[in-house]
């Protein structure tokens, strides 16, 4: 039997056990504790910043227009259905015309220009026709006082120099053009096999193999971070474009411009030149191709080397010149003059926009589509006026600067064409409200809006919108440059008010700019869903 002293013993020691025992344990769990707490605060470290640049940084940048997002890429697609649903040309007659817009058979003036293009004329993803190129000249030329002619363009989008010839023949009888003028794009030469299918292959997402990148953590991704989700897999989509460039898959854009400047491709290129220049010899027309240079042609694997501000117009002549100076050379052997304007236009980039504006995603229409801005369009159609006053003033004819012109402001385009605006009057038009974010625009108001063209820039006094249903409603304008002669595209918000009617008394100042296009968003309470409203020109 133990001793007493060896039961006092015996107790300390399983008391010392058990002291040590909870010590572990506590010491156990504070560390778990202080590794979970550490493990929450760096996940919130990592989170936190990602969603202030999911939900904020990204955003911001989409409503200014310097970056593409899945959301601009949704609202490119959008308008690409609401031209096609606009533009009444078909592969049968590819004259530009609409129900704001028709075009007569018939000449309105002495002498018709016809512009032929492909989406350069078209207008794949322009909110505003007027800010097309050819439209553009028509302003050109009227503003020097060439009131005696008419200007109508014509092209269907991926429309090749072959496809734009055939599409010639079949439209000149009818339209009977005094002259032809030909937009050339660097993707022109794009010829078709007997087969029917590209000489020279473009890569497309279809054509890729398959990405093998997990779904189920590409959808967590996407649900987490939307916006930043989109911009990491177009990192990852440009990244395997370069692994798969080649005849297999098809050429990146860039790429795929100089090949067709090669082998069999050219050589049917050089018929198809051949073929034009003879058939401008049988029509008897002056006519001639100048270049437009954009802005980001280059395509998915050179945009974003043609990003950065300071070298971007550098950048953007030496893309161009290897595409123009094979093209110019085969132009003018066949007797059809070839004017390349991307000096001009690199020059007047230079000095009519600041460091700030000189990127590519600003000189294209949106940040997901890099058909050229007003920017752009206003310049080819300053150089080829040049050209025209230059070489063919015979044409133009004398100046009519005397001739009275209306001060009426006109609207002769509007998106979506679901708002089907409709003239009252003289200074009345009512059009349809969309209810539904789908079926009107966005970006960059982010909230949905109709957006109402003048067919020349408007000097208003007042405008006054008003509905029964009208519960509230909001109202910007875009302005023309008064110096550069163009609209920059950037909103002005002029007011915003609840109630069915607003009106807005716009300031006298002889130094503000005419507009170009006024957005509306409204809030409708009721079925009715249709708008009228007034603009007061000033007098």
């Known amino acids: 039997m ?23 344990n506590f010491v156990s769990a504070k560390s778990t504790g202080e590794a ?51 533009n009444e040309a078909t592969f049968d007659c590819s004259v530009w015309r609409s129900a704001g817009f028709p075009v007569s058979q018939t000449k309105l003036k002495p002498k018709r220009i016809l512009v032929m293009g492909d989406s350069f004329a078209w207008g794949t993803g322009y909110p505003n026709m007027n800010t097309l190129w050819w439209r553009r000249l028509q302003n050109v030329l009227d503003e020097r006082g060439y009131k005696d002619v008419e200007v109508i363009g014509a092209g269907m989008p991926a429309q090749s120099t072959a496809s734009q010839l055939e ?35 473009l890569m497309r997402d279809w054509k890729q193999p398959k990405d093998d990148f997990p779904l189920p953590v590409k959808r967590s991704i996407e649900a987490v971070f ?10 990852r989509r440009s990244a395997r ?11 990146d854009y860039g790429t795929w411009e100089l090949k067709l400047l090669e082998g069999e491709n050219f050589r049917q290129y050089q018929n198809t030149v051949k073929n034009v220049a003879e058939f401008i010899k049988e029509l008897n027309v002056p006519s001639f191709a100048v270049t437009l240079p954009a802005g980001f042609q280059a395509g998915d694997t050179q945009r974003g080397s043609l990003r950065s501000g300071a070298t971007l117009l550098t950048k953007m002549h030496d893309y161009h010149v290897p595409r123009y100076e094979k093209v110019k050379k085969l132009f003018d052997s066949n007797g059809l003059p070839y004017y390349d304007t991307l000096d001009e236009i690199t020059n007047r980039l230079q000095q009519n926009l600041s460091p700030q504006e000189l990127n590519s995603l600003q000189l294209g229409i949106n940040p997901s589509n890099g058909h050229p801005a007003a920017s752009l369009c206003h310049l080819y159609a300053v150089c080829t006026a040049d050209i025209l006053e230059k070489n063919y003033s015979g044409f133009l004819g004398s100046k009519t600067q005397g001739k009275p012109t209306s001060a009426l402001p006109k609207f002769n385009d509007w998106t979506p064409h679901s708002a089907h605006l409709n003239r ?3 200074s009345r038009y009512i059009f349809y409200m969309p209810q539904n974010e789908k079926d009107a625009l966005y970006l960059p108001l982010r909230k949905p809006y109709v957006q109402l063209n003048f067919e020349k820039p408007a000097d208003l006094a007042s405008l006054t919108l008003s509905g029964g249903n009208l519960k509230k409603a909001e109202i910007y304008v875009v302005d023309e440059d008064p110096v550069l002669g163009y609209d920059r595209t950037v909103p002005r918000k002029l007011a915003e008010r609840k109630g069915n009617q607003l009106t807005v008394n716009l300031p006298a100042d002889k130094s503000s700019s005419k507009i170009s296009s006024i957005l509306i968003s409204a809030e409708i309470k009721g079925e009715d869903n249709r708008v009228l409203l007034d603009v007061v020109p000033r007098q």
């Open 226 to 235: 939307p916006n930043l989700a989109w911009h990491l897999f177009d990192i």
């Open 36 to 86: 979970m707490l550490y493990l929450l605060f760096s996940v919130l470290c990592i989170a936190i910043p990602l969603t202030v640049v999911d939900r904020f940084v990204i955003p911001a940048l989409e409503d200014s227009g310097a970056l593409e997002s899945g959301r601009w890429q949704e609202q490119d697609g959008w308008l690409l259905e609401q031209g096609r649903r606009k």
């Open 241 to 251: 474009l370069k692994t798969v460039d080649g005849a297999k898959y098809g050429y």
């Open 2 to 24: 133990p001793s007493a002293t060896e039961n006092k013993s015996t107790e300390q020691t399983q008391s010392s056990k058990n002291n040590r025992s909870k010590l572990l």
């Open 167 to 201: 599409e010639a023949r079949k439209i000149v009888g009818t339209y009977k053009p005094d002259m032809i003028i030909w937009g050339y794009v660097t993707n022109d030469p794009d010829e078709i096999s007997a087969t029917g299918k590209k000489i020279v292959p």
């Open 424 to 426: 009252l009057s003289e």
